[in-house]
C-alpha cells in the first residue's frame, strides 16, 4: 500500500497491511504473555514503563524524521515526540497510587459476617485503532495507561501517517518485557476491523462514520468500545470581552495544526457590540500567519496531512460563498511543491444551513457570526449533533462560566480555547455523537481498564437452605 507525502504529493513510503490472519497471531502472543504482566506488582510494571520512557527518549531522532515525513511539520512532530516520555512517566507513577486507592481488601459489610475486598482486574488485550492528524499522541494516548493498568496492548495507527510505527517499535524492542506485551501494527481498515474482533476493549479515534461502524463491530463482539469522535467545537465571544485579545485566541484555537484537530474552534458566534472590531483583528492577525512552505523550518501552519482533505475544506468553502457567505482572507486551497495548503480563512455572513457552520471542517477556516441575544448564541452552538468540546470568553471567568454551563459539550475552555490538547487531568466525556464511553483523561483515563472483581467473605456460619423455606420463621 503507497503512502503519500503530504508535502510533495509523491508516493514514496510503502506499507504492508495485516491481514486478519496475522491480526489474530498477534493477539494470541500477546494474550499468551498478559498474564505475566497483568500478576506484576503495579509499580514493576512502572519501572518497565519508565525503561520505554529513556529508550524513546534515546531515539528521539528518528522518531522525530519518520513523524516530520508522516505529517509534514516540524514543530508539532517535536511536542508530539518530547511529550511521549513525559505521558508514559506520568501514568506510570500515577498508577500504583490509583490501583491502592481504588482496591479494597477486607472491608466490612451490611451482613455482619461477611467481609467484602475488590479487586481491580484488567481486561486482557486492550486494542487502539488511531487517525492521522496526531499520529503518536493519539496511538499512545489510550495504550499508555492500559499498559500501566495490566492489559496487553494491541495499536493500530493511520496508514495515511504509518512512517513513525517502525522508530517506535524498536523503543518497544528496547524493553523486551514491555516488547512481549506491546505492538504497533501497520494496517488499513481491513486491519482496524480484525482488531476489534481480536481484543477486548477497543478505544478509538476518528471520524463519526467510522465510529459507528466500530461501535456495531464491538457491540457484535460484545466488547466496551470507547469511542472518541468529530467535532464543530464553537466559540462565544460576549459583548464584555476583550475584541482584539478574543481574535488572536480564537485564531489560536481554530488554525493550530492548519486545524486538523478534533478540539480546534470551528464557528464562532461574537456579540454584535463588538463583531467589527473582533473581525478587523481576526482578518488583520490571519494574514499575518505564513504557511511552512518552502522551508518547513519556519512559518506557522503545515499542509493538509490527508490529500483528499483540501478538495473537502475547498468544496465547504465554496458552498458557503455560493449561499452568501463572503471569504474575507483566505479561501483558495493552494498546491505548492506537491503539497495542499491553506491560508487561515475568516468567513463573515455564514449561517446555521452552511456546511462550514454546520459540518466538522478539519482545517483552517473560521466562520464569524453576530448575535444580539446570549440565549440565541447559546441555541445556535448547541445545534449541532457534535458535542466534543466548547469555549466562552468575557471579561470575567465566572461570566463565561455561567453560559459555559449551558453549553453541550464535554470540555469548556473559559477564556481560552481547544484547551484539552494541552490539559490532560480534567476528566471529561464526549457529548452527543462526539463520543461514546469513559474519560481517557484523568483518573478515569486508567480505572476504565478495570473490571472490579468482589471476593465476598463469609466468616460466620453460611445461611441454611432452610431460612428461604416458606415456613420458615419469619
Ligand atoms: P477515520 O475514521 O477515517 O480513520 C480512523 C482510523 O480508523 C484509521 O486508523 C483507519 O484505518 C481506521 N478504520 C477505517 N475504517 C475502519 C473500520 N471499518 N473498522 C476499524 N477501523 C477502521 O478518521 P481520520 O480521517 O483518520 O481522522 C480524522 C477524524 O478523527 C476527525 O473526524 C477528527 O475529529 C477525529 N478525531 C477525534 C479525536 C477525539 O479525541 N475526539 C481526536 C483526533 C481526531
Known amino acids: 500500500m503507497k503512502v503519500i507525502n503530504p508535502r510533495t504529493g509523491e508516493a514514496d513510503y510503502e506499507v504492508a497491511p495485516l ?86 481488601d477486607n472491608q466490612p459489610s451490611a451482613h455482619p459476617t461477611v467481609r467484602n475486598s475488590t479487586r481491580l482486574v484488567p481486561y486482557p488485550l486492550f486494542g487502539a485503532i488511531a487517525p492521522w492528524n496526531f499520529p503518536i499522541v493519539l496511538s499512545t494516548i489510550d495504550a499508555i495507561p492500559a499498559l500501566a493498568a495490566g492489559c496487553a496492548a494491541l495499536v493500530k495507527p493511520s496508514e495515511v501517517t504509518p512512517r513513525f510505527i517502525a522508530p517506535l517499535m524498536e523503543t518497544v524492542a528496547k524493553v523486551p518485557e514491555l516488547a512481549a506485551m506491546l505492538s504497533f501494527i501497520e494496517g488499513d481498515a481491513a486491519t482496524g476491523q480484525a482488531l476489534v474482533e481480536a481484543v477486548d476493549y477497543v478505544c478509538f479515534t476518528g471520524s463519526v462514520a467510522t465510529g459507528r461502524k466500530v461501535g456495531e463491530a464491538a457491540a457484535r463482539a460484545f466488547i466496551p468500545a470507547n469511542l472518541e469522535l468529530g467535532g464543530k467545537d464553537p466559540m462565544i465571544v460576549l459583548a464584555s470581552a476583550d475584541p482584539v485579545q478574543a481574535a488572536n485566541l480564537a485564531l489560536r484555537a481554530s488554525i493550530v495544526a492548519t486545524g486538523q484537530a478534533c478540539q480546534s474552534i470551528e464557528r464562532i458566534y461574537v456579540a454584535r457590540t463588538i463583531y467589527r472590531p473582533f473581525l478587523d483583528a481576526l482578518v488583520e492577525a490571519a494574514q499575518k500567519v505564513r504557511l511552512n512552505y518552502p522551508d518547513i523550518a519556519m512559518g506557522d501552519i503545515g499542509p493538509f496531512i490527508f490529500g483528499p482533505q483540501g478538495a473537502k475544506v475547498q468544496a465547504q468553502i465554496d458552498e458557503a460563498v455560493a449561499m452568501g457567505a463572503k471569504v474575507l482572507t483566505g479561501g483558495s486551497v493552494e498546491t505548492l511543491g506537491g503539497g495542499q495548503y491553506l491560508r487561515p480563512t475568516v468567513i463573515a455572513d455564514a449561517t446555521a444551513d452552511m456546511g462550514v457552520v454546520r459540518d466538522e471542517t478539519f482545517g483552517p477556516v473560521l466562520p464569524v457570526i453576530a448575535f ?45 480555547g481547544s484547551m484539552t490538547s494541552m490539559v490532560w487531568d480534567a476528566e471529561n466525556s464526549s457529548f452527543k455523537l462526539s463520543g461514546m464511553g469513559p474519560s481517557r483523561m484523568g483518573e478515569s483515563g486508567l480505572l476504565r481498564f478495570f473490571r472490579l472483581q468482589a471476593l465476598i467473605r463469609q466468616t460466620g456460619a453460611p445461611l441454611p437452605l432452610a431460612a428461604y423455606a416458606e415456613d420458615a420463621p419469619r
Open 19 to 104: 491481514g486478519a490472519a496475522a491480526v489474530q497471531a498477534e493477539a494470541k502472543r500477546l494474550r499468551a504473555a498478559q498474564p505475566a504482566w497483568a500478576a506484576l506488582a503495579p509499580e514493576e510494571r512502572s519501572a518497565i514503563l519508565h525503561l520505554w520512557a529513556e529508550a524513546v527518549v534515546a531515539h528521539r531522532q528518528p522518531l522525530l524524521e519518520a513523524l516530520t515525513l508522516d505529517t509534514g511539520r516540524r514543530r508539532i512532530s517535536e511536542i508530539e515526540v518530547d511529550g511521549l516520555p513525559g505521558t508514559i512517566r506520568r501514568w506510570a507513577d500515577l498508577a500504583p497510587r490509583l490501583i491502592a486507592q481504588h482496591s479494597r
Open 372 to 416: 444580539d441575544d446570549v440565549e440565541d448564541a447559546i441555541q445556535q452552538a448547541n445545534d449541532s449533533v457534535y458535542g466534543l468540546s466548547a469555549a466562552v470568553i468575557a471579561a470575567t471567568a465566572e461570566e463565561a462560566e455561567s453560559v459555559a454551563v449551558r453549553l453541550e459539550a464535554g470540555a469548556v475552555s473559559i477564556n481560552d
